[in-house]
């Protein structure tokens, strides 16, 4: 079966500092991969997707950037965050090949300070 | 027009009672809806796809109008456990990512 592992859980960062969250997925070959952001009682907000290693879309101009290093791998990075990027950030997954519904991590609450 | 609407809530149901959400969707291109539990501070998880001739699970029961383009869930015989944010979701037309609604919330009180 597949799972998806994104850590950390929590994270408290100074404003300025670099960030690094990463995701990975098992049990499946050539997902597509999401990192989705929800603000206090908001809704998810898609921040990037990914169909393929080295392959990356951005959907909103931000204080953000993802990659994919390898197939099962997906990173999501700033070099220095902002007060405004505190909020929940999921990594998810669907099948690459059909219109399926996707599977999210545990989410890291990220909180800049 | 957000891409997805949904009633923020929050509906406060006794146990037992039957509730019914509705989702809205602006685009007539979507082809494939979801409807997302999730807990407080949790992730969302997959409740159930939302067939177009309507789907059932347990107490639960999805469906879908695409004249009107609205999905549906209600819940029959609410029990505390079915306390959390629903969100629904969708698919347009040659779009990999799912745009998601900001989300129900439901409490059921004993």
């Known amino acids: 079966s597949q799972t998806i592992h994104q850590w950390p859980a929590t994270l408290v960062q100074p404003v300025g500092s670099p960030l690094s969250l990463e995701c990975t997925v098992e049990g499946t070959s050539n997902p597509n991969l999401y990192w989705y952001r929800q603000a206090a009682g908001r809704g998810l907000q898609l921040l990037f997707y990914s169909v393929g290693i080295g392959q990356i879309s951005s959907e909103v101009p931000q204080n953000l950037s993802a990659s994919r290093p390898q197939d099962r791998q997906f990173i999501l990075s700033s070099k220095k965050l902002l007060l405004s990027d505190s909020g929940f950030y999921l990594c998810?997954?669907?099948?690459?090949?059909?219109?399926?519904?996707?599977?999210f991590g545990q989410g890291t609450r990220l909180t800049v300070v | 027009r957000k891409e997805v609407e949904q009633d923020p809530g929050p509906f406060n149901v006794p146990e037992g009672a039957t509730v019914a959400f509705n989702c809205t969707y602006s685009n007539s291109a979507s082809q494939s809806f979801f409807w997302y539990r999730q807990d407080c501070r949790k992730e969302p998880k997959l409740l159930m796809s939302?067939?177009?001739s309507g789907n059932e699970d347990g107490r639960f029961t999805a469906q879908l109008n695409r004249a009107s383009q609205y999905i549906s869930l209600l819940i029959r015989d609410s029990k505390l456990s079915d306390s959390a944010t629903y969100l629904c979701a969708h698919r347009r037309a040659g779009r990999r990512a799912l745009t998601f609604g900001s989300g129900t919330r439901l409490q059921v009180q004993p």
């Open positions: 998810a997954w669907s099948l690459g090949t059909s219109n399926t519904e996707a599977f």
């Open positions: 939302v067939y177009s």
